[in-house]
């Protein structure tokens, strides 16, 4: 008895990771930051790239790209809505935010549609987002936000740039906000306080800061912290992740003013 199988689909490997070149620095041992503790990656961001969606955003930071719409494009960040949401009747409109990972997002391959929705990653983004909207102004109405990730060197950067793309797209798309917002990560192991860490400094970090922020308000959405520092140490954290959020507001908005254009 032949087993069946569809010859249409190639199948994949069930790791994947990027080649590594042999250098002078990679002999001697694992390259070391290349920029200053306080410096942010670049970061690459636009708006409208899914015409089908009300609006859309896609960011690049180093290790992580995200696609973000608003409304039921899973391509990228993209934003759909509002729409009328079904009874029973509420005062305010509802958010509903859904994250997931491309199969090839991550160095062990995910299973599709099994393993693409990680529910703390949905509810996280979810009270990052909340306070920049102004449901309030959208009553009986629901807002779909749909993140899919398509590369991510660590939970931190995912939070962090899927807060930046999401309100992006929500932004593009015509829903009014109370401020801009955008997301920041800081970690440190000893005394050392690393803005926008890689993946390999946030897992052997001691503690992680992720904050969402909107700096043209002074004012932040949410703080998820993992690990352990003490109070003193906790607080320089967070004034560099609003150092850092700064500096990706001025990029974030420039991006939707050239989007608007």
């Known amino acids: 008895m032949t087993t069946q199988f569809d010859r ?12 590594v070149y042999a250098t002078a620095e990679s002999e001697a041992g694992p390259s070391k930051r290349d920029r200053p503790a306080d410096a942010l990656r670049p970061i690459f961001l636009k708006t409208g790239l899914v ?36 009874p029973p009747y509420t005062p305010h409109g509802t958010l509903n935010l859904e ?3 491309a199969p090839f997002a ?39 936000v749909h993140i899919l990730v398509l590369e991510a060197d660590s939970d931190a950067a995912v939070l962090s740039a899927g807060l930046t793309a999401a309100c992006a797209a929500v932004t593009d798309a015509g829903i009014p906000i109370n401020g801009l917002a ?15 860490p890689t993946g390999d400094e946030t897992s052997t ?29 906790a607080c320089e954290m967070i004034e560099l992740t609003l ?19």
């Open 106 to 144: 991550s160095r062990a391959r995910r299973a599709p549609l099994r393993d693409t929705e990680p529910v703390n990653h949905t509810a996280l983004l979810t009270q990052l987002l909340l306070p920049a909207l102004r449901l309030h102004l959208l009553p009986k109405l629901s807002v779909d």
């Open 243 to 261: 150092t850092g959020a700064k500096a990706t507001h001025n990029v974030a908005a420039q991006s939707i003013l050239d989007g608007a254009s």
């Open 205 to 233: 970090a001691q503690c992680t800061v992720t904050l969402g922020a909107m700096p043209a308000l002074g004012k932040v959405t949410s703080l998820h912290l993992v690990g352990e520092v003490d109070l003193d140490q």
């Open 51 to 86: 015409t089908q969606a009300n609006g859309s955003a896609y960011i690049e930071a180093a290790g992580v790209k995200i696609a973000c719409s608003w409304n039921n494009v899973s391509d990228s960040a993209i934003s759909f809505g509002p729409r009328p949401r079904p």
């Open 182 to 196: 955008v997301g920041s990560v800081v970690s440190t192991d000893g005394q050392t306080l690393l803005l926008d």
């Open 99 to 101: 994250v997931k990972f």
């Open 8 to 19: 249409r689909r190639i199948p994949a490997p069930e790791e994947s990771r990027p080649p």
